[in-house]
Structure formats: structure tokens, C-alpha cells
């Protein structure tokens, strides 16, 4: 039997709430959160890709943000010491694009602002260089997307009632 998973799903997941014990638990031997914003750039940062952004319009944003989402939705929706890393490297892209639907908005602000960054710097073994570093990325994330909700600049919700795919 099947199951779908779809985005709506994975953001609204109680589980994903950052006071989920895994996200505590000592991660070693995963990716760090300077490689998946060194990836997105790249991957998300090509002229091609850049074109095609340019030319569509707020719903292929959102609709695109699903692909960005499903390319790996095990690591935006299983509660791990990655979800906090897999979040804030694609939110930072998301700010970058000047695109953040409504939707991710919400969740990306609700996770960050209730994420014990202290237990997650001990848990993943930050110094206080990266540490800080991971502060600051989340500051200046939840601020831009403050600043585009209070602007009215978020970009339409994430569509779930076609997408999804099919988890064995």
C-alpha cells in the first residue's frame, strides 16, 4: 500500500515542530549546513535556471518551490539533527529568489523561532564560529521573510492538491 506525501503535509507535521527530541540527538557524519547553501547556490544559481525564473510568474514560483521541497522531502520531513540545516540553507535561497510562498513562510518562521539553537550547537558539535554564524543565518532569514509578510510580498501557498508522491 501506498501513501501519499505531499508538501501540505509535510508542513503542517506536528513532528517537525523544533522541540522534537531527534532534532537534539548528536548527528555526526551528516551534512554540514555550509555544504547544502554551497548546493542550492550552485544548484539554484545557474544562468539557465535564473532565466526560467525570471519569467515565471508567482504561482510557477510556488509551484517550482514544491520541486525544491520534493527533491529530497525525507530530509525537509524526518525530525533529525538535518531538518534545522535542510530548512535554513533552503529558506536562505528561497529569501535570495525573492520568493517565499505563504505556506513555507509560516512553518519556516514557526520553526525557527521555536528552535533551541544552544541544545542544536551542542548536539551537532558547533563551534562557537559556526555557531554564530548559524544565528546570524537564521536571523537575517526570519527577518527578511518577516519583512516580506508585513510587505505583502510572500508568494501564493504551496499547491498539494496534485503533487505528492508515492512513498513505498
Same mark, same amino acid.
Given at each position: 500500500?501506498?501513501?501519499?506525501?505531499?508538501? +501540505?503535509? =509535510?508542513? #503542517?507535521?506536528?513532528?517537525?515542530?523544533?522541540?522534537?527530541?531527534?532534532?537534539?540527538?548528536?548527528?555526526?557524519?551528516?551534512?554540514?549546513? *555550509? *555544504? +547544502?547553501?554551497?548546493?542550492?547556490?550552485? +544548484?539554484?544559481?545557474?544562468?539557465?535556471?535564473?532565466?526560467?525564473?525570471?519569467?515565471?510568474?508567482?504561482?510557477? $514560483?510556488?509551484?517550482?518551490?514544491?520541486?525544491?521541497?520534493?527533491?529530497?522531502?525525507?530530509?525537509?520531513? @524526518?525530525?533529525?539533527? $538535518?531538518?534545522?540545516?535542510?530548512? =535554513?540553507?533552503?529558506?536562505?535561497?528561497?529569501?535570495?529568489?525573492?520568493?517565499?510562498? $505563504?505556506?513555507?513562510?509560516?512553518?519556516?518562521?514557526?520553526?525557527?523561532?521555536?528552535?533551541?539553537?544552544?541544545?542544536?550547537?551542542?548536539? $551537532?558539535?558547533?563551534?562557537?564560529?559556526?555557531?554564530?554564524?548559524?544565528?546570524?543565518?537564521?536571523? *537575517?532569514?526570519?527577518?527578511?521573510? #518577516?519583512?516580506?509578510?508585513?510587505?505583502?510580498?510572500?508568494?501564493?501557498?504551496?499547491?498539494?492538491?496534485?503533487?505528492?508522491?508515492?512513498? @513505498?
Amino acid at each position: 500500500m501506498s501513501v501519499k506525501i505531499g508538501v +501540505l503535509t =509535510l508542513l #503542517e507535521n506536528p513532528r517537525l515542530k523544533a522541540a522534537a527530541d531527534e532534532i537534539y540527538e548528536e548527528c555526526l557524519g551528516s551534512f554540514a549546513y *555550509e *555544504e +547544502l547553501t554551497r548546493y542550492y547556490s550552485e +544548484l539554484y544559481g545557474i544562468e539557465h535556471f535564473l532565466e526560467a525564473w525570471r519569467i515565471f510568474n508567482s504561482e510557477d $514560483r510556488s509551484d517550482h518551490v514544491w520541486w525544491m521541497l520534493n527533491e529530497n522531502l525525507k530530509g525537509f520531513s @524526518q525530525p533529525s539533527g $538535518r531538518l534545522p540545516i535542510f530548512w =535554513l540553507a533552503l529558506a536562505k535561497r528561497l529569501v535570495l529568489l525573492n520568493h517565499v510562498p $505563504r505556506n513555507v513562510a509560516n512553518f519556516v518562521l514557526e520553526f525557527f523561532c521555536s528552535l533551541d539553537v544552544n541544545r542544536f550547537a551542542i548536539a $551537532r558539535r558547533l563551534n562557537s564560529h559556526q555557531k554564530i554564524g548559524f544565528l546570524d543565518d537564521i536571523d *537575517e532569514v526570519v527577518r527578511a521573510i #518577516e519583512a516580506m509578510k508585513d510587505e505583502g510580498r510572500l508568494g501564493p501557498d504551496i499547491r498539494d492538491v496534485d503533487w505528492g508522491i508515492s512513498d @513505498q
